[in-house]
């Protein structure tokens, strides 16, 4: 069963495909005898495949309830693993289910540091918007101090939330999968993370954390921030200087040189601020 699993996990994107072929290769389980054909991705629910001739499905619970072919004894099991805080796949064929895979999310070094420093930067709220069971997405979210939680959404439903939060503001979107995609989109911006993100969600992001490192979310804010600002002090400089000039010439206060050198003074300072963003702004 793990191999059935494996061979369909390794055509798909997901972190927890990756997951299922990792103990397969940990196992030592033959994949070579088993091969996956016509592979299918069912979007936010899972996928299916024919192996060796057999057509298999592996996803969510929720996969299985509209095939109408979880059983009493797996929905049972099904619970008590989510009630654990972990992800619970199913593998099975239309007519039943054959085997529950568990999966518990391991938090990223730091993550609640990123929250609580997010914090500390003004972002006014942070919530956490999952397609995994409510238990387990609350159980993760307490570790990194994301008090807001919605879960079991499908990539539909994620975009819908995004665009309910920009209802009172900016928003800031980061996610890696394809699942994600439709949130980025509808973010005012959207961040992805290089490393891990499918090729789907760098394209719609507007910016991508290239080292996939979830610290450097605060510090890309604040750079941000301090962009702005130094090129709204540069606009203003600039202007200044250029009135000033202009007031100065029809005064007939300034001769031509030191008109000169004021324009181009103006230039150089506006160089010098601009070379502040080469400095930490954490």
Same mark, same amino acid.
């Given at each position: 069963?793990?191999?059935i699993a494996?061979? $369909?996990?390794?055509?798909?994107?997901?972190?927890? #495909?990756? &997951?299922?072929? /990792? @103990?397969?290769?940990? +196992?030592? =389980?033959?994949?070579?005898?088993?091969?996956?054909?016509?592979?299918?991705?069912?979007?936010?629910?899972?996928?299916?495949?024919?192996?060796?001739?057999?057509?298999?499905?592996?996803?969510?619970?929720?996969?299985?309830?509209?095939?109408?072919?979880?059983?009493?004894?797996?929905?049972?099991?099904?619970?008590?693993?989510?009630?654990?805080?972990?992800?619970?796949?199913?593998?099975?064929?239309?007519?039943?289910?054959?085997?529950?895979?568990?999966?518990?999310?391991?938090?990223?070094?730091?993550?609640?540091?990123?929250?609580?420093?997010?914090?500390?930067?003004?972002?006014?709220?942070?919530? $956490?918007?999952?397609?995994?069971?409510?238990?387990? #997405?609350? &159980?993760?979210? /307490? @570790?990194?101090?994301? +008090?807001? =939680?919605?879960?079991?959404?499908?990539?539909?439903?994620?975009?819908?939330?995004?665009?309910?939060?920009?209802?009172?503001?900016?928003?800031?979107?980061?996610?890696?999968?394809?699942?994600?995609?439709?949130?980025?989109?509808?973010?005012?911006?959207?961040?992805?993370?290089?490393?891990?993100?499918?090729?789907?969600?760098?394209?719609?992001?507007?910016?991508?954390?290239?080292?996939?490192?979830?610290t450097k979310l605060p510090?890309?804010?604040?750079?941000?921030?301090?962009?702005?600002?130094?090129?709204?002090?540069?606009?203003?400089?600039?202007?200044?200087?250029?009135?000033?000039?202009?007031?100065?010439?029809?005064?007939?206060?300034?001769?031509?040189?030191?008109?000169?050198?004021?324009?181009?003074?103006?230039?150089?300072?506006?160089?010098?601020?601009?070379?502040?963003?080469?400095?930490?702004?954490?």
């Open positions: 069963l793990l191999a494996a061979a $369909m996990e390794k055509w798909s994107p997901h972190p927890l #495909a990756s &997951a299922v072929v /990792r @103990k397969a290769e940990e +196992r030592r =389980v033959n994949l070579s005898a088993w091969k996956a054909e016509n592979f299918a991705s069912l979007t936010g629910k899972g996928a299916k495949a024919v192996v060796n001739g057999q057509t298999y499905y592996i996803g969510s619970p929720g996969l299985f309830g509209d095939l109408q072919a979880a059983g009493g004894e797996a929905a049972a099991l099904v619970r008590r693993l989510q009630e654990q805080g972990k992800t619970v796949m199913l593998l099975g064929t239309e007519r039943e289910v054959l085997a529950v895979i568990a999966a518990a999310d391991e938090v990223r070094p730091g993550s609640g540091e990123v929250v609580r420093r997010l914090h500390a930067l003004g972002i006014r709220k942070t919530v $956490m918007l999952t397609g995994d069971n409510p238990e387990t #997405a609350k &159980a993760i979210a /307490r @570790k990194v101090g994301i +008090r807001e =939680v919605k879960a079991g959404l499908l990539p539909h439903q994620k975009r819908e939330a995004v665009r309910e939060l920009a209802r009172t503001g900016n928003v800031a979107m980061v996610g890696d999968g394809v699942n994600d995609a439709p949130a980025l989109a509808s973010a005012t911006v959207g961040i992805a993370m290089g490393g891990a993100g499918s090729d789907v969600a760098l394209e719609t992001a507007d910016v991508v954390l290239v080292s996939d490192d979830l510090h890309a804010i604040a750079l941000g921030r301090r962009v702005k600002r130094i090129v709204k002090q540069n606009i203003a400089l600039s202007l200044s200087v250029i009135v000033l000039l202009i007031v100065a010439n029809f005064l007939e206060a300034i001769t031509l040189p030191i008109g000169v050198v004021g324009h181009e003074g103006s230039t150089v300072l506006v160089i010098l601020n601009g070379l502040r963003m080469l400095r930490d702004p954490a």
